[in-house]
């Protein structure tokens, strides 16, 4: 029963106590662990898993809002403004005042990092990069580029660090152990029931709790009824069915943390899942979000010639970049996907001339051998990618009205050839004729990194109650809030982690003030 | 030679997107199984260039 664990079978075999635990060793988690330690409290964390970091092993850098007054201020109005205030604000306040300490706060843990001004390590003007791909909800003004080792990215560096540096002040992080129960005693948190490997219990008295559990990912149930959206989990990252797949599909990332909560009486605060087009696979990207194995998913933030099922546009394709309105756009198309149609000159263009819009995760301006890639993929089975003739054997081949398809194209090449877009006015240096074959088509669903919100606090990061009160000792930080900060602008890129780190930190400043408080009584 | 993966690793796919001859995700178990015994000559540069792939450096070469 969702929101429920059976705990009756459990025998305590381990009782320890502690002044704060922690669910979860991501990023919120263990910035919480170690802010708590260093004001001086015993702190024990769990972890479901048996190693560290969970989705915080993954991202490349985060971004921040730099120390002084002004720059708070404005990305405050300005994220405010732009989520039209459907944010939290004393949270989104919260943000950007605990945000710019975090990278001179992870320094002193030797993370090894680049500062820059600009929110990601690439330049946007030329060729345009999808800077709009972060949406107008983060404007972090300092971007913190992470040093990371072999293909892997800087996240996992970062959580290694923490994680020496959580040892060193004496931390006890139990890995294989979920925790099951939140213990409350009269309004108050008391601690938890977790369950080490060996199914036993252990019975952890604490006078706070954090929740830095992250999502609910794999849960397709919740996933299915908190965002709409029905998403076929394939751990392989293959999809080959093509319907909604889930990226990030090997974290273990069953909502845990906010069933516990909300079974504790936490509100359910905004919950949204962050959607992402994406070309399935298998061949396109491995088993990790960042490893690209395919050029077209370069190819796929094209603004060139796009058309749903019935072969008509629906979009200015400037907006491919900016992954939620082009991902709200093309779930709303009949079978919720979307095909980009170019012929062999563009083909051609982007080998020889390079991309109009890169793609930062793989940053290559020009292309190769995109026959050969597209084959390749066909080879392995990929029925997401095609190259035809003519105009009718790629709506054949892609499940698209021939007729309309063969309309579209005649109306889109006039468009081309008068370099003017009568129907949604897209830049004329994107107007690119599909004349000459073969033409190569790419299909496109959405797919998400993970999801975001779960559990209502305050500025404080104190879990809030359906009527607005606090449940004194519980606290709650990383993704299971975001949705508080997104509003109804539901994200998660490259705020998110830096997200995920400064609420942490502001959940261990709140929780230090709360033992103390308490304390003195 | 062997191949072996450290309890540091964190399952996120590197090795076996790109090396499956030498390696497989075993979900139940929630780890990264090794497929091959011995490193066959064959798959011993391969098996190297996986060690410097790995995010955290969770994969040796023993004797």
Not at chain 1, 135 to 147: D, H, I, N, R
Not at chain 1, 157 to 176: E, F, T
Not at chain 1, 458 to 465: R, S
Request: net charge neutral; aromatic share 8%.
């Amino acid at each position: 029963m969702e929101g429920r664990h059976d705990i009756e079978h459990l025998t305590a075999v381990n009782h320890i106590k502690a002044d704060v635990a922690i669910l979860g060793t991501g990023g919120a988690g263990m910035a919480t662990a170690i802010t708590t330690a260093e004001g001086g409290a015993k702190v024990v964390i769990l972890e479901k898993r048996p190693f560290p970091g969970g989705a915080s092993n993954t991202p490349v850098g985060f971004g921040f809002v730099k120390k002084d007054q002004a720059s708070r201020d404005k990305t405050f109005k300005l994220h405010m403004d732009e989520t039209l205030w459907t944010a939290n604000a004393d949270l989104v306040r919260a943000f950007v005042n605990n945000s710019g300490e975090i990278p001179e706060w992870l320094t002193t843990m030797k993370v090894q990092m680049e500062i820059s001004e600009h929110p990601l390590p690439l330049k946007m003007d030329e060729p345009e990069s999808g800077n709009g791909s972060f949406l107008a909800v983060e404007y972090p003004e300092g971007y913190c580029s992470l040093k990371a080792i072999g293909r892997g990215h800087g996240g996992a560096q970062l959580i290694k660090a923490m994680v020496a540096k959580a040892k060193n002040l004496g931390i006890d992080i139990l890995y294989s152990t979920p925790g099951k129960k939140i213990l409350t005693a009269g309004n108050r948190v008391s601690g938890l029931y977790a369950e080490d490997k060996s199914g036993n219990t252990v019975h952890i008295d604490a006078r706070a709790v954090v929740v830095a559990t992250a999502g609910f990912n794999e849960d397709p149930d919740m996933v299915k009824k908190y965002s709409g959206y029905d998403f076929t989990l394939d751990w392989h990252g293959n999809c080959e069915e093509g319907n909604y797949f889930n990226l990030c599909p090997n974290l273990r990332l069953t909502g845990d943390g906010i069933k516990m909560a909300w079974e504790v009486g936490a509100d359910k605060g905004r919950v949204g899942i962050p959607i992402w087009p994406h070309v399935p696979g298998p061949g396109v990207i491995g088993n990790m979000p960042w490893l690209m194995l395919s050029q077209v998913r370069v190819i796929q933030e094209q603004p060139y010639l796009w058309v749903n099922q019935n072969g008509k546009r629906f979009m200015n394709e400037e907006v491919i970049p900016s992954r939620l309105p082009a991902g709200n756009l093309i779930a709303r198309q009949p079978g919720k996907y979307a095909v980009l149609v170019f012929d062999d000159t563009t083909r051609r263009h982007l080998e020889e001339e390079g991309v109009d819009k890169i793609y930062f995760i793989f940053p290559a301006k020009t292309l190769t051998d995109i026959t050969g890639d597209i084959n390749r993929l066909i080879a392995q089975g990929n029925k997401h990618v095609f190259i035809a003739r003519d105009i009718n054997e790629m709506a054949g081949q892609a499940g698209i009205n021939p007729a309309n398809l063969k309309s579209t194209v005649d109306e889109y090449n006039r468009y081309c050839e008068h370099k003017y877009d009568e129907q949604y006015t897209k830049n004329p240096k994107y107007l690119r004729p599909v004349i000459k074959p073969p033409f190569y088509g790419i299909r496109v669903y959405n797919t998400a990194y993970g999801t975001s919100g779960g559990i209502k606090v305050n500025g404080k990061t104190e879990v809030l109650t359906g009527k607005g009160e606090t449940i004194p000792g519980l606290y709650a930080a990383g993704d299971i809030i975001l949705g508080e900060y997104s509003g109804d602008m539901v994200n998660q890129g490259i705020q998110s982690f830096g997200f995920a780190l400064t609420t942490g930190r502001i959940a261990g400043k709140s929780v230090l003030e709360y033992l103390g408080n308490r304390h003195k009584k | 030679m062997k191949l072996k993966v450290e309890d540091i690793c964190i399952r996120c796919g590197i090795c076996i997107t790109l090396y499956p001859e030498l390696y497989e995700m075993d979900f139940k178990e929630d780890t990264v199984r090794i497929k091959v015994d011995n490193v066959p000559e064959t798959m011993v540069e391969k098996a190297r260039q996986s060690i410097k792939d790995c995010a955290v450096t969770a994969i040796h070469l023993t004797k």
